[in-house]
């Protein structure tokens, strides 16, 4: 027994010998790299000084540490930020649903502000801002070579105000200006309606507001309709949707899942990683469903329609979505600033992220960008050949129907209308919603 622990003792102390030699030139490394921090930091410190000290106009030295902290952050990817105390403060009431402004999300690329979305009904949708737009100048001034925050910054002001951008817009030979007037930003988050027994669920942002307006907009619509079994199926509009809270997003995402996976997310330590998960009830029942997506279709909104795509749970329809596969904490600091920091990327229920990539439609659907134009309508309702018999003077009346049978037929003729008249003013959601009565018919419903 003596002999057994005294050979465990010494293999410990080989190991331990071992372990030594090993780790010496380990440790050694890791010194020299904690002074060559020290000293990147004493040449911060040297080069704030001499600024301080010999610029050629004095400076704020609180502006200017802020600046060197969002330099530092804004180095690292387009959506890690410094908020200052004001920042902070108006990003907490854009969850809250509540804010002033133009109503567009941005982001950064090739050094201009590129539009991610504008929000429903705001001052910058009505002008006519469309998600893809580089805004290049605000109010005469070039924004090339400021950071995001400073951008965004120049086009914040008081209520009422007229701000006066320049768009490059793909497809467009030249810049043009459009002038906004900035305005209280108030978001509904969900707005529903019912279009030909489909639920049209209008997703415009990821708030605290997003999943209690859907589920009552939902419900509303149902028992309007007259219960679950009136209802076709539903269509969850995130088009133009820049995302928002992902607490929100995985809501969202379960109200129409039974169980399963909805998102992971994965950071720089493995063991950080978190998984969330579905929970038994859906809203909708099991009735069939369609996601509308686009370009503007960003984070939050990709989580849902990549959870939604991976279980089978619904269609997506439109084009490919943004791509912002990160997650960002805020995180309060001193002073009441805070800092956004990416600290994870997410992922599907399928493993796959879709950062830079965005969510692929399973029906790949263009929006024409525009309407026919006026002489071509009335040179359609000239046209004789689309004329019929029920048009035509002297003609026969049919006897062989009953007042029912056509009371149906006029029906079903009004409903064709109401269908040409949403192609031509939104032709992906028309698009959806015949895709679910098609499903609906497939399953054996009326």
Do not use: C, W
């Not at 200017?64 to 804004?74: P, R, Y």
């Not at 003729?413 to 018919?441: C, F, H, M, P």
Request: no cysteine.
């Amino acid at each position: 027994m003596r002999k057994f622990v005294m050979a465990a003792a010494a293999g410990t102390l080989a190991g331990l010998v071992v372990t030594t030699q090993v780790a010496a030139p380990l440790i050694a490394q890791e010194a020299t790299r904690n002074t060559n921090v020290y000293e990147q930091l004493d040449l911060f410190g040297d080069i704030f000084e001499r600024i301080r000290a010999q610029y050629v106009e004095e400076v704020d030295e609180a502006d200017l540490i802020e600046a060197a902290i969002n330099g530092m952050l804004t180095s690292l990817d387009p959506h890690s930020s410094y908020l200052s105390p004001d920042d902070a403060r108006e990003m907490q009431e854009q969850t809250r649903g509540e804010f002033g402004g133009l109503g567009i999300e941005v982001t950064q690329e090739e050094g201009f502000v590129k539009v991610v979305s504008p929000i429903d009904g705001t001052p910058a949708d009505e002008a006519g801002v469309e998600a893809g737009d580089f805004i290049t100048h605000v109010d005469g001034e070039s924004v090339l070579g400021l950071t995001l925050d400073q951008a965004v910054e120049m086009m914040r002001g008081p209520v009422g105000s007229e701000i006066v951008i320049t768009v490059v817009r793909e497809g467009e030979a030249e810049p043009f200006e459009l002038s906004i007037i900035r305005d209280t930003i108030k978001l509904t988050a969900v707005r529903a309606r019912t279009e030909q027994n489909t639920v049209v669920l209008r997703v415009t942002t990821f708030n605290d507001q997003t999943f209690p307006n859907l589920k009552e907009g939902l419900e509303k619509q149902i028992e309007e309709a007259g219960g679950i079994d009136a209802i076709d199926g539903i269509v969850v509009d995130l088009r133009n949707n820049p995302g928002g809270l992902l607490t929100q997003a995985i809501k969202v995402s379960d109200a129409f899942l039974d169980k399963g996976e909805i998102v992971s997310t994965r950071g720089r330590n493995p063991a950080d990683g978190e998984r969330f998960n579905a929970t038994p009830g859906d809203l909708a029942d099991g009735k069939p469903m369609v996601v509308l997506i686009n370009g503007g279709s960003a984070s939050a909104s990709e989580i849902v329609a990549g959870a939604l795509q991976d279980h089978h749970r619904a269609v997506v329809v439109g084009t490919k979505s943004f791509g912002k596969g990160s997650v960002q904490t805020v995180m309060p600091l001193r002073g009441d600033g805070a800092m956004r920091l990416t600290t994870s990327r997410y992922y599907t229920p399928s493993g796959r992220s879709i950062q830079a990539l965005g969510v692929s439609p399973d029906i790949l659907v263009k929006q024409p960008r525009r309407n026919r134009s006026e002489e071509e309508e009335e040179e359609t309702n000239k046209n004789p050949l689309l004329r019929s018999e029920a048009d035509l003077r002297g003609r026969l009346d049919n006897d062989s129907l009953t007042e029912d049978e056509i009371r149906h037929i006029e029906e079903d003729r009004v409903r064709a209308e109401e269908v040409a008249k949403l192609r031509e003013e939104d032709y992906q959601l028309a698009y959806a919603i015949d895709i679910l009565k098609g499903l609906s018919t497939l399953n054996g419903s009326d």
